[in-house]
């Protein structure tokens, strides 16, 4: 167990929808990440915040959004959902003072039909 | 763009053989990154090497960092059933963006 939860654990919505997906980091981590990990792509970089800012910006689609929270649980939101958007979504956070050691959660696997 | 690419993507090792994955990035990294994940898991942090020709070891495996800190392999040895999964470099850039190569899945043969 990394310290880190994502919820939920599994969610299958339609395509055009929109959901949202929430990642909590370890206490006293300061950073979150989100990645989206499917099967033709490997584990893409999509953003990060730290401490509710938003650092660095990876491949991360215009109809997706994220942010961090004063209290620094994150949420990822994806909406005019494709079937392309399937995948795994995995959050990971660091200690401060930036990219050091990440630490993954379990993940949510997003199926669009 | 900046990208860490990753070779084999497939390694079929024999029980006991030795082998090993490779990174480049034609940018200078700020670090690299190794992890692994299991089969049905998560991404598992293994290590961070930071200094030019960084070397590390954990048990049967050997990190190391490039002098242009621009490539980076992990090399293990007498390979073992537990070792099965996906091996990924993560390339950490100087802004802050970090790029993972496409991975290396290996499988073992008993």
């Known amino acids: ?71 620094l649980h994150s949420e990822l939101n994806l909406s005019s959902l494709e079937l392309g958007d399937s995948a ?13 050691t990440q630490y993954f959660g379990p993940g949510t696997r997003l199926t669009v039909l | 763009g900046q990208q860490v690419m990753q070779i084999p993507q497939y390694q079929h090792v024999q029980e006991g053989e030795d082998f090993t994955t490779y990174c480049n990035s034609s940018t200078t990294l700020s670090n690299i990154q190794w992890y692994k994940q299991r089969p049905g898991g998560h991404p598992v942090f293994l290590i961070q090497l930071v200094k030019s020709g960084e070397v590390k070891k954990q048990k049967r495996l050997t990190f190391q960092f490039g002098e242009a800190k621009k490539n980076s392999s992990l090399h293990i040895t007498a390979t073992q ?30």
């Open chain 1, 1 to 71: 167990d990394s310290g880190v939860t994502q919820t939920p654990k599994h969610l299958i919505t339609a395509t055009g929808q929109r959901v949202t997906l929430r990642c909590s980091p370890r206490s006293g981590d300061l950073s979150v990440y989100w990645y989206q990990q499917s099967l033709d792509q490997g584990l893409q970089f999509l953003i990060q915040y730290y401490n509710g800012e938003e650092r660095a910006k990876g491949n991360i689609l215009e109809r997706f959004s994220a942010q961090q929270f004063p209290d």
């Open chain 1, 88 to 100: 795994l979504y995995f959050c990971a956070s660091s200690p401060p003072p930036s990219t050091d």
């Open chain 2, 81 to 110: 059933t537990t070792d099965v999964g996906t091996y990924f470099c993560a390339g950490c850039f100087y802004d802050y963006k970090l790029s993972f190569g496409a991975g290396t899945t290996v499988t073992v043969r008993a």
